[in-house]
Nanobody, 122 residues
Framework: QVQLVESGGGAVQAGGSLRLSCVANGRTITSVSMGWFRQAPGKGRELVAGISRSGDSTHYAEFVKGRFTIFRDNAKNSVYLQMNSLNPEDTAVYYC?????????????WGWGQGTQVTVSS
């Protein structure tokens, strides 16, 4: 059973930066594409960014292109999301999960972790 643990969220002002981390416990993620998702209050969960198994291919939602960077460290069984130039619309709970393809956010491969809250004030 895979347990996903997200961390690194917090409260920042617009224009600020955060780096989110996700570690997978219970299985290795080296053979799996990974994605970061987010869910804002009253909205559905959406794919923010995805990365291939090796890390050589990435995908970003239009609304984060140029601001967010996804990367992974397979030796640490972890995936990260560097978020720059944050704006209030980025306020949400952020989750990681395995994905079928870096661009395919229809569902996560495993159960969802607790997520990490990101709050951006104007």
């Amino acid at each position: 059973q895979v347990q996903l643990v997200e961390s690194g969220g917090g409260a920042v002002q617009a224009g600020g930066s955060l780096r989110l981390s996700c570690v997978a416990n219970g299985r290795t993620i080296t053979s799996v594409s990974m994605g970061w998702f987010r869910q804002a209050p009253g909205k559905g969960r959406e794919l923010v960014a995805g990365i291939s198994r090796s890390g050589d291919s990435t995908h970003y939602a239009e609304f984060v292109k140029g601001r967010f960077t996804i990367f992974r460290d397979n030796a640490k069984n972890s995936v990260y999301l560097q978020m720059n130039s944050l704006n209030p619309e980025d306020t949400a709970v952020y989750y990681c999960n395995g994905v079928v393809e870096p661009y395919n956010g229809r569902f996560g491969l495993w159960g969802w972790g607790q997520g990490t809250q990101v709050t951006v004030s104007s």
